[in-house]
Every structure is written in structure tokens, then in C-alpha cells.
């Protein structure tokens, strides 16, 4: 199956929906194995030694060999820092500009930079368990795979999801097997672009886009844990709700934590059912938006306001630094690796199209939001620089 979505439409949580269902028959003999390609930027072969080592024991007895010795995710990013830091300040010293195009791997200082052949290896090895232990199984074993499209952009990428579809070609056959993909759009399009083939041929995956919420969803979303507690909510709050915070799940759900905290804090949450004026819901909101762009650096909100200002119409990279230089905001060289944090950020605040290769606001209410309340005086200096 492959769930594709933009970032905060609900991807990660129906994997662990799906996650929370394999496991739930303790009398199976079913097994789950689930990983995040997120926590594993720096080196595809402990993604996975992360999957061999979550097989069960007779899977195979080989997880050291798979493992080796991983260093904590913490101490990449600090020697990582530190030799960025260290190389540039010797550029600096000898009279050259600061390197900051080139990927700088700690690996290759630390010893654990993983040659290709090496790491097809270790796909083969998880692969052959994988079809081995399907026969010992009475029920079925669940893949889950968080943001595949992770490793589009790392050294080895396409070894490993070669090896991933060749594991489905291979068990196409068998029932036991279940594989579950989370992607987004434009990352979905660069590992194809990989193959220059659809890698996620309907032959061996059930495509399942997800969508922001239909109304009917959305107002599940915002009554129903309230019922789970003996509350009931006036339509006309939910609805209003709805219509203020918008229909996708993450910026739906926040607004609903600020609505239930006021709530709770002013003792309402005996009446029934319960009323609240459109005016308080919509600070309320606001406030959740508020708590979100306050979460971005100071660059990272510049470039949030230039894409809300012009949404919506996205906008290249070659646009954004054009404008960014023009206001003398951001340095260019910031401008991609402020990008690359808001696509990658918690808030999923920004999407990429890989049909316009520009960028946009993922949410239009958090864009409303952000012309409306925070672009303040430098609103018609950015207008002018549209």
C-alpha cells in the first residue's frame, strides 16, 4: 500500500494506527516492523540494521554483523558541526568564501562511511530473511515505512529502495506479506524520476492519497473526543470551528488543544451542551497560529511571509532569493537551508511542487494568518517586491 500526502495531512498517524493494529492480536503470530526513514539521514545501513533487528530471533542471527557499531544520532550532528565549522573557518583563513553547497559527511571521517557494495549486502540479507521467516508465520508480517522519500537525497538511496521493490516483487505472490509506504507527492516523483519507471506500479501497491478532511471528518474530529469524555458540543461551535481552523488534521487538532484549555480553564466544560462566541473561537485560533509561527528562526519566518503574500501562487527558489536579496533580509546562501527546515519542519508549514518545482504554504488559513497578523509594516515592502 502507499499512503501519499503532504506533509501534516495524517500519513505518520495512519501508520501507527496501522502499527496499533498488527499488534493488537497478542495470540498471532503476525509480526510488525516499523521504521521512520526521518531518524536515519546519516547512514542508510542502520536503517536497516533497524529493520533486521526488529525481525523476530529466527529471522536470522546475524544483527551484529548488520549493526556494526552506530554512533548516536547526537554525535553526528555534532561532529558534523564541528568539521563544517572547522573546514570553513580554515577557507575563511586563507582567503576563500565559506563552502556551503557540499553535504559533509561524518561518516568518512569516523569510519563508518558505507561503501555501495557493502550496503547492497545488507539489503540482500534483510531481503532473504524477510521471505524466509514469511512461512514460519501464521499471520501476516506488516512493513511499515515512514517517509520513504527520506532517502531520495542520501548516498545509497536507490540501492535501498531498489532493494525494498524487488523484496515486493519477490513476495507478490504471498498473502503474508504487507508493506506500507508513506511518501509525499513531490518526493514519490523523484524516487520514480530515479527509476525512470512507476516504481509503485498498481501491480504491487495500493495507492491511497489522503486529502484534507471532507467536512463530516472534520467535525469528527473536533466533537468526538469530547463525547469520549461526557461533553457534548453545540453544532454551532463545531462548526465554527471548522470553518475558522480549516479542514486539514494537524492545524485542526491544534486549534482544538487551545479550545479545550480555554474551556477547561474557564469551567465550562459541565454546561451542555457548550456555546462559545465566533469572536472567542477566532482568537482562539488565531492563537494556535500565532504559537506555530512563533516556533520558526527569524529567516525561516521571512521566507513563511514572502510565500503568504503571494499564495496562491507559489514561489521558485530562484524567486524567493531574487526577492530575499532585493530586501536585504536574509544572506543567499541562508536561503536554501532555511527551504530545506520549513519542508522539513514539524508544522510541515510548507510544501514543494515537483510539477512547478516552486514552494507554497501548506495550509491557506495559517496563510491568511500570516498576511493578516504578522507581516505588519514590512507588508507593502514585500508587496512591492512581488
Known sequence: MLIVGDGGIGKTSLLRKFEALACGVPESRGYCLSVDCGDFLYDLSELVGEMYAQLPEYAGKNTKQLLGTPLSATAKVFFSQLLQGLRDGVSVGVGFPPSVSVEFSPGAFLGREEHPRNLLKRCALLCDSIVALLPKLDGCLTILIDQLGKV???????ILVRSLFELVKRASDNSRLLIVV????????????WFREDIFHP???????LYPLDT????QVV???AARQGITLSDALVDQVVAQAGRRPYFLQLACYRIWEYLALERKLRERPIEMEEDRISKLVQASHQAIFADFEPSEQFILKLLALSWPMPLTVLQIKEKTEASGKIHLIDVDKSLGLLINHKHRPVKFSDIQKAFSVA??????????YECGEEQLELAVLQ
Not at 182 to 193: D, M, Q, S, T, Y
Not at 216 to 219: D, E, G, I, L, P
Request: with cysteine.
Open 182 to 193: 508513506a511518501v509525499r507527492p513531490e518526493r514519490k516523483g523523484k524516487l520514480e524520476h
Open 203 to 209: 501491480q504491487y501497491f495500493t495507492r491511497f492519497p
Open 363 to 372: 495550509h491557506d488559513l495559517f496563510a491568511d494568518y500570516i498576511r493578516r
Open 216 to 219: 463530516r471528518s472534520a467535525r
Open 152 to 158: 531520495a537525497d542520501q548516498p545509497g538511496g536507490l
Open 223 to 225: 466533537c468526538e473526543p
